[in-house]
C-alpha cells in the first residue's frame, strides 16, 4: 500500500465520482480505477459498492477513511513545514554567552550557523551567568549558552554537557610538567581569578574550602582572555573551563582533582515564550556542534 493509494482513495471517497476525483488528482480515469482496484486487493475489502454509474462507500470503505483522514492530514502538515523551511531564515537572534564559550564553542556555532542563514542577523553578548538569567527573564535575549541558575522558576535549562575546570599554566611554571594537580596543592599559589560577581568564581571558592586551600590572589578579572594572556607572560597561574582552551598559546592545561570543579552548560530560555523559527534553528546548530565536540573527546 502507498501512500498515493490513499489520496486516490480519500479523492473518490469525497467526491464518489470517478471522473472527478481523476480530475482532481490529475490522472486518467482508468488510472484511478486502476490503483482503487489495487487498494481494495491489499484491503481485502471491497471499499465502494458500484451499481451502474452510482458509486457509495461501503463500510470497509467508511472504516478505513475515517482512520487515515487523520494521517493524511499529518502527512499534509509535515510537507508544508518542509516546504516553509525551504525558504531562507530571517530576522534576528539574540544570544548571551559566558566568556568560557566565546573563545571556541561560539564561533564555530556562528561560523556553521551563519553558513547555512546568511540573511538571520545574530547579537551575541558576553556576560555573567547571573546577567544572563536577568536578560532571558525580561527577554532581552532569545536563548543563552549559560549555566543553571540557582533560583529561576520563569527559566528552561537543557543541559548539554559537563565541562571540567582546569589549571592554566605557562610553559616555565613550576607545575607546567605535571599531568594532574589536587587542589590542595593550589596552596599559597599566586593566582589570577575571575571576581566574586561570576558563578565561576564561586564554586572555585568552595573547591578551595574543600581542598583547605588558600591561594594568593593577586588579580581579579571580569575576562578570561587576559587571565590567559598573563599565564602566559609570567609565573602566576589560573583557572578557566576547558572549552576556553586555545589552539596555542605556549600555556598548559592541567586537570584537576579532589575535588574536581564541574560545571554543567547548557541551553537557556524563557519559560513558556514563543521561539522565532531562526531562534529555534540557532539552539539546533548548537546542539549539533556540541555533540560532534563530545564525538571527538
Known amino acids: 500500500m502507498e501512500l498515493r493509494h490513499l489520496r486516490y482513495f480519500e479523492a473518490l471517497a469525497e467526491t464518489l465520482n470517478f471522473t472527478r476525483a481523476a480530475e482532481r488528482m490529475h490522472v486518467t480515469q482508468s488510472t484511478l480505477s486502476h490503483q482503487i482496484r489495487q487498494l481494495e486487493d491489499e484491503a481485502g475489502?471491497?471499499?465502494?459498492?458500484?451499481?451502474?454509474?452510482?458509486i457509495s462507500m461501503t463500510d470497509a470503505g467508511e472504516v478505513l477513511l475515517a482512520e487515515i483522514t487523520p494521517a493524511l492530514r499529518q502527512i499534509d502538515r509535515a510537507i508544508r513545514a518542509v516546504r516553509e523551511d525551504e525558504q531562507p531564515l530571517a530576522g534576528e537572534v539574540c544570544v548571551g554567552t559566558t566568556q568560557s564559550f566565546s573563545v571556541q564553542l561560539i564561533p564555530q556555532c556562528l561560523s556553521t550557523f551563519l553558513s547555512?542563514?546568511?540573511?538571520?542577523?545574530?547579537?551575541?553578548?558576553?556576560?555573567?551567568a547571573d546577567e544572563i538569567a536577568a536578560r532571558i527573564a525580561e527577554q532581552s535575549l532569545d536563548l543563552a549558552v549559560s549555566y543553571q541558575p540557582d533560583h529561576a522558576d520563569s527559566l528552561f535549562f537543557e543541559p548539554l554537557f559537563s565541562e571540567e575546570l582546569r589549571l592554566v599554566v605557562g610553559g616555565a611554571h613550576a607545575m607546567a610538567?605535571?599531568?594532574r594537580a589536587r587542589m590542595a596543592e593550589l596552596h599559597g599559589m599566586r593566582m589570577a581569578l575571575l571576581s566574586r560577581r561570576f558563578a565561576t568564581r564561586r564554586?572555585?571558592?568552595?573547591?578551595?574550602?574543600?581542598a583547605e586551600a588558600e591561594p594568593q590572589i593577586v588579580a581579579e578579572l571580569n575576562s578570561v582572555a587576559p587571565m590567559l594572556e598573563l599565564a602566559r607572560r609570567t609565573d602566576i597561574a589560573t583557572i578557566v573551563g576547558s572549552g576556553a582552551q586555545p589552539p596555542d598559546l605556549g600555556l598548559k592545561f592541567i586537570p584537576l582533582e579532589n575535588p574536581t570543579p564541574l560545571r554543567t552548560p547548557g541551553l537557556l530560555w524563557k519559560r513558556?515564550?514563543?521561539?522565532?523559527?531562526?531562534?529555534?534553528a540557532f539552539a539546533a546548530t548548537v546542539r549539533r556542534i556540541v555533540g560532534a565536540l563530545n564525538q571527538d573527546l
Open 116 to 128: 547555512l542563514h546568511p540573511s538571520v542577523r545574530v547579537v551575541v553578548e558576553e556576560l555573567s
Open 45 to 54: 475489502q471491497l471499499l465502494f459498492n458500484r451499481v451502474g454509474k452510482r
Open 272 to 280: 513558556g515564550a514563543s521561539r522565532e523559527k531562526a531562534v529555534s
Open 203 to 210: 564554586l572555585l571558592d568552595d573547591c578551595f574550602r574543600a
Open 177 to 179: 610538567a605535571r599531568k
